[in-house]
T-cell receptor, first 115, second 118 residues
Framework: EDQVTQSPEALRLQEGESSSLNCSYT??????LFWYRQDPGKGPEFLFT???AGEEKEKERLKATLTKKESFLHITAPKPEDSATYLC????????????????FGQGTILTVHP | DAGVTQSPTHLIKTRGQQVTLRCSPK?????VSWYQQALGQGPQFIFQ???????QRGNFPDRFSGHQFPNYSSELNVNALLLGDSALYLC?????????????????FGPGTRLTVL
């Protein structure tokens, strides 16, 4: 069974204090790893897709990296508006049937950036 | 370009009742997936619809059922509501490239429907 574990559960940073969020995963075959941002009471907002180990993607102050067992979301010089819950999810290559879409999510990391 | 829309925004029901939630996918998308998100947890996969058929199902009882219409919109039905069904219900849409079966397309989520069961 696919498993995704995110750490830490909560992270409090000062504005400008860089840090990383971790996503450890177990899948039989990785089709893709996804990062989403979720604001309170809203749906997840897509950030990145990573497909293979060694791949990196960047967007503004965020950079996502991928190894065979985990992914990191690096936040450089964060601002208060980066405060949100960050979700990691995986799609399994061997999900079976005609599945194209099941995502298995971690529980999320709640990021708070203080001014 | 319209994103994923869901209705209603909020819903309050009592135990034993039935509820129907609705979702319209992002323009150009043909696949709809439904997720349940309990407070403080990540979303859990309920099922996915493509070409008006349920393609995969998560670990949810038969009380949860769905439908996809020819215009790709979808409904989620929950019968015999339990207190534990209280959650944010999320709809996500994507596009499948049939000639690239190994490809995967990102899922885009709607704002969700907050269901409260009393």
């Amino acid at each position: 069974e696919d498993q995704v574990t995110q750490s830490p559960e909560a992270l409090r940073l000062q504005e400008g204090e860089s840090s990383s969020l971790n996503c450890s995963y177990t899948v039989s075959g990785l089709r893709g790893l996804f990062w989403y941002r979720q604001d309170p009471g809203k749906g997840p907002e897509f950030l990145f897709t990573l497909y293979s180990a060694g791949e990196e993607k960047e967007k503004e102050r965020l950079k996502a990296t991928l190894t065979k067992k985990e992914s990191f979301l690096h936040i450089t010089a964060p601002k208060p508006e980066d405060s949100a819950t960050y979700l990691c999810a995986v799609a399994d290559l061997n999900a079976g049937g005609t599945s194209y879409g099941k995502l298995t999510f971690g529980q999320g990391t709640i990021l708070t950036v203080h001014p | 370009d319209a994103g994923v829309t869901q209705s209603p925004t909020h819903l309050i029901k009592t135990r034993g009742q039935q509820v129907t939630l609705r979702c319209s996918p992002k323009s150009g998308h043909d696949t709809v997936s439904w997720y349940q998100q309990a407070l403080g947890q990540g979303p859990q996969f309920i099922f996915q619809y493509y070409e008006e058929e349920e393609r995969q199902r998560g670990n949810f009882p038969d009380r949860f059922s769905g439908h996809q219409f020819p215009n790709y919109s979808s409904e989620l039905n929950v019968n015999a509501l339990l207190l534990g069904d209280s959650a944010l219900y999320l709809c996500a849409s994507s596009l499948i490239f049939r000639d690239i079966p190994s490809s995967y397309n990102e899922q885009f989520f709607g704002p969700g429907t907050r269901l409260t069961v009393l």
